[in-house]
T-cell receptor, first 116, second 114 residues
Framework: AQTVTQSQPEMSVQEAETVTLSCTYDTSENNYYLFWYKQPPSRQMILVIRQEAYKQQNATENRFSVNFQKAAKSFSLKISDSQLGDTAMYFCAFMKPGDGNRKLIWGLGTSLAVNP | GAGVSQTPSNKVTEKGKYVELRCDPISGHTALYWYRQSLGQGPEFLIYFQGTGAADDSGLPNDRFFAVRPEGSVSTLKIQRTERGDSAVYLC????????????FGPGTRLTVL
């Protein structure tokens, strides 16, 4: 069974600084997708970035980028130029594609506080 | 366009009562998922619909939980004889089946069982 581990329950960063959130996962699959979702106090789960395992190039979305290390089963999220609006819970999630259920398997989350 | 919506936003009920939670997916999305998120936890999968049928209900904790999606759009999660341990945020997500298949989430329903 697949598992996702986020080892940092809480983190904080100063506004405009850079922060990296860690995620490791365990799977025997070769093809899969990885996601980072952001959940602000409003509860709305918002997709931040996604990575296909077959792509070697790390995904980037504006200030958000990932460091995907497939052999190490590591998928960290880097937030550059942190903004107050980045304050939220961040969840790492794994999905195995295929014809069946594409459910997301989630880590426990990292609570990120961006301080002014 | 409109995103995934869920009603009610909050639901408070008494132990033993029956509740229904509603999810309106993004128009055209054939896949629909229900997750449950307890305080301080990541979401846990409950059930997956592809069209009208429940393709995988292996995450439902017991037979008090049931979900339907009769016309392949709106889905209702039904909980009978609620227990205090059912208190959680219930999240609904939908996706357009295909290579990208990103799940888009609603704001959730916070269920509190007194």
């Amino acid at each position: 069974a697949q598992t996702v581990t986020q080892s940092q329950p809480e983190m904080s960063v100063q506004e405009a600084e850079t922060v990296t959130l860690s995620c490791t996962y365990d799977t025997s699959e070769n093809n899969y997708y990885l996601f980072w979702y952001k959940q602000p106090p409003s509860r709305q789960m918002i997709l931040v970035i996604r990575q296909e395992a077959y792509k070697q190039q790390n995904a980037t979305e504006n200030r958000f980028s990932v460091n995907f290390q497939k052999a190490a089963k590591s998928f960290s999220l880097k937030i550059s130029d942190s903004q107050l609006g980045d304050t939220a819970m961040y969840f790492c999630a794994f999905m195995k594609p295929g014809d069946g259920n594409r459910k997301l398997i989630w880590g426990l989350g990292t609570s990120l506080a961006v301080n002014p | 366009g409109a995103g995934v919506s869920q009603t009610p936003s909050n639901k408070v009920t008494e132990k033993g009562k029956y509740v229904e939670l509603r999810c309106d997916p993004i128009s055209g999305h054939t896949a629909l998922y229900w997750y449950r998120q307890s305080l301080g936890q990541g979401p846990e999968f409950l059930i997956y619909f592809q069209g009208t049928g429940a393709a995988d209900d292996s995450g439902l904790p017991n037979d008090r939980f049931f979900a339907v999606r009769p016309e392949g759009s709106v889905s209702t999660l039904k909980i009978q004889r609620t227990e205090r341990g059912d208190s959680a945020v219930y999240l609904c997500a939908s996706s357009l089946r295909g290579p990208t298949d990103t799940q888009y989430f609603g704001p959730g329903t916070r269920l509190t069982v007194l």
